[in-house]
């Protein structure tokens, strides 16, 4: 069993609609980040968390620590929010070393 | 300022061939991270520098692989006599300070090598 799991794998979706990623984990983390991987490659950090929620924009992350679980929102979801959403914990004293799920590919269709 | 920059973009070697992989972080970012994502795959960790050294290679996947920092800047990754398991996109990170909780890891567009 990988210690981060995500779910779903796949998810398609209509323009507009609210969008959820789930992200459980088994290990003791220090902090979660939510990754984005647009087609062609290019990753970019969309959250870092250890607690609570964030807001960016459309954009929304939650943590439970107790449970061990995080969820990454989007609202009023749009064509170009489709990519690959990855989310990574931070091992405690693993200085930095990122373990990683293995990405859930969202396309949202017009 | 500049990103996180890779070179070369794209590389085909054959098997058996010597690759070296460079990576320019953001400038002024101590900690630097080599990580891998084979086709289909999710991404896995290779290494991290901390400066010049590296307190952790454990991700590194046999001894054929290697990586060097100099000056607290570049960083060459390198894969000796390659194999085609090795074909993948070779990314590199950069951060701030590692292991600090407000510290965001910045990409690199990646190498993509192709062994034949």
């Known amino acids: 069993k990988n210690e981060v799991e995500q779910s779903p794998q796949n998810l398609t979706a209509q323009e507009g609609e609210f969008i959820t990623i789930n992200c459980s984990y088994s290990?003791?983390?220090?902090?979660l980040h939510w990754l984005q991987q647009h087609p062609g490659g290019g990753i970019v950090s969309l959250f870092m968390?250890?607690?609570g929620k964030k807001k960016h924009g459309r954009l929304i992350a939650t943590i439970n620590i107790q449970e061990k679980h995080s969820s990454l929102h989007i609202t009023a979801s749009h064509p170009r929010d489709s990519a690959v959403y990855i989310c990574a914990v931070l091992g405690l004293d693993s200085y930095g070393k990122l373990t990683f799920g293995q990405g859930t590919i969202l396309t949202v269709h017009p | 300022g500049a990103g996180v920059s890779q070179s070369p973009s794209n590389k085909v070697t054959e098997k058996g061939k010597d690759v070296e992989l460079r990576c320019d972080p953001i400038?002024?970012?101590?900690?630097l991270y080599w990580y891998r994502q084979s086709l289909g795959q999710g991404l896995e960790f290779l290494i991290y520098f901390q400066g010049n050294s590296a307190p952790d290679k454990s991700g590194l996947p046999s001894d054929r692989f290697s990586a060097e920092r100099t000056g607290e800047s570049v960083s060459t990754l390198t894969i000796q006599r390659t194999q085609q398991e090795d074909s993948a996109v070779y990314l590199c990170?950069?951060?701030?300070?590692?292991?600090?909780?407000?510290?965001?890891?910045?990409f690199g567009p990646g190498t993509r090598l192709t062994v034949l």
């Open positions: 990170a950069s951060s701030l300070i590692a292991g600090d909780l407000t510290d965001t890891q910045y």
């Open positions: 290990v003791g983390i220090s902090a």
């Open positions: 968390l250890s607690s």
């Open positions: 400038s002024g970012h101590t900690a």
